[in-house]
């Protein structure tokens, strides 16, 4: 005979919501329900929705990745980071596209505990009201809105007071209650402002913010390299940042600004966009104009030029979120939230070298 929750509420002598208070990891529920309960599925054998590792362990092995799209080629790349090392330390992942909607990301928050042990939300673009309902829980927000020392204003940060690489700190993240793990966006904006200034590049302009969702790190960046950032256009993207608001952009900076000669670029893609659009308008890259992205797409390798970028490091980002995720999961973690500031990478190619780099 086939066993139900009611056969187990009524074995435990519970109404069957208690049963499935306890199947489903609800808090405010006394040990020794917990206790009969478990009992009595044991004893019955009662699994639910096939779910016997979620029974034994109090796990269901899932973690719930968030992502606004997977469209966007970084944000696949990063995807199948945390994938692959999901599968590496034997757990499951469910990859759940948000689309930037509060309710999405809300409902994914929401089944913590019942189907996912755990979730990985990426990107800088969640919705405000989002951060609320993040908690003391096994949440990682990967690449989150700016934290290092900065708000959301576009003054520039002290690279002196952003955490330590690859160390856990109690910072900003504790706003929002959730551990993070981001690339350190200071350093990026420093070795693009530093290899600029190398290369002899005075007249920068910006097409999109920087990756932090504010223009103040690179503005910052260039100054300290010796750049006036008073005379350095930055080019407002709408969304999508893709390979056509690059190309767009590029016919901005000339119209406005012809003397520019190097342009540095949100991502990969918009810088993908630039350079198409320079050839088009006959425009040598690095002699007239050098460009430069954010991401290291593969794409970039094989462009002509090839595509000096700043490599955020996916795998690595993967690897520390999922050390934050696990030592929540067992116990082992802090009650505030902590926040792993990792190295960024300058991949020198010959969109600022010339032909034959990299």
């Known amino acids: 005979m086939r066993v139900t929750m009611r056969d187990v509420a009524q074995h435990a002598g519970v109404s069957v919501k208690t049963v499935s208070r306890v199947v489903n990891r609800e808090p405010h ?74 309710e999405s990301v809300h409902r ?9 042990d755990g979730v990985v939300l990426i990107g800088h673009d969640l919705p ?39 160390q856990a700190s109690q910072s900003a993240a504790s706003q929002g209650g959730s551990d993070r793990v981001d690339e350190d966006v ?29 223009s103040g790190f690179t503005l910052g960046a260039l100054a300290k390299a010796g750049i006036d950032p008073e005379s350095v256009p930055v080019v407002r993207l709408e969304s999508p940042a893709d390979r056509r608001a690059g190309a767009r952009a590029v016919g901005e900076v000339l119209a406005g600004c012809p003397e520019v000669d190097a342009l540095v670029c949100v991502n990969d893609e918009v810088a993908l966009g630039a350079l198409a659009a320079l050839a088009a308008h006959g425009i040598a890259v690095p002699d007239q104009v050098a460009v430069i992205g954010y991401d290291n797409l593969e794409d970039g390798w094989f462009s002509t030029p090839s595509l000096t970028t700043i490599d955020p490091g996916r795998e690595r980002i993967a690897r520390t979120a999922f050390d934050l995720l696990g030592s929540r999961l067992d116990g082992t973690a802090p009650e505030h939230a902590r926040e792993v500031v990792l190295p960024a990478r300058l991949i020198r190619r010959e969109s600022t070298l010339g032909s034959g780099a990299g």
């Open 186 to 214: 200071v350093e990026a904006a420093m070795l693009i402002a530093r290899h600029l200034a190398v290369m002899g590049r005075t007249r920068p302009a910006l097409i999109g913010s920087d990756r932090a969702g504010v």
């Open 108 to 116: 994914l928050l929401d089944a913590r505990g019942r189907v996912f």
């Open 128 to 166: 405000d009201s989002v951060s609320g309902a993040l908690g003391a829980w096994p949440i990682v927000v990967v690449q989150g809105a700016p934290s290092q020392s900065t708000s959301s204003s576009e003054s520039a940060p002290s690279s002196q007071s952003t955490p330590s690489h690859g």
């Open 29 to 102: 529920t006394r040990p020794e329900v917990i206790r009969r309960v478990r009992a009595s599925i044991d004893e019955l054998g009662w699994v639910p929705n096939g779910s016997a590792r979620a029974l034994r362990t109090g796990r269901t092995g899932i973690v719930g990745i968030g992502v606004a799209e997977l469209r966007r080629p970084y944000l696949a790349g990063l995807v199948e980071a945390l994938v692959t090392e999901a599968d590496r330390r034997g757990m499951q992942a469910a990859v759940e596209p948000t689309h930037r909607q509060a």
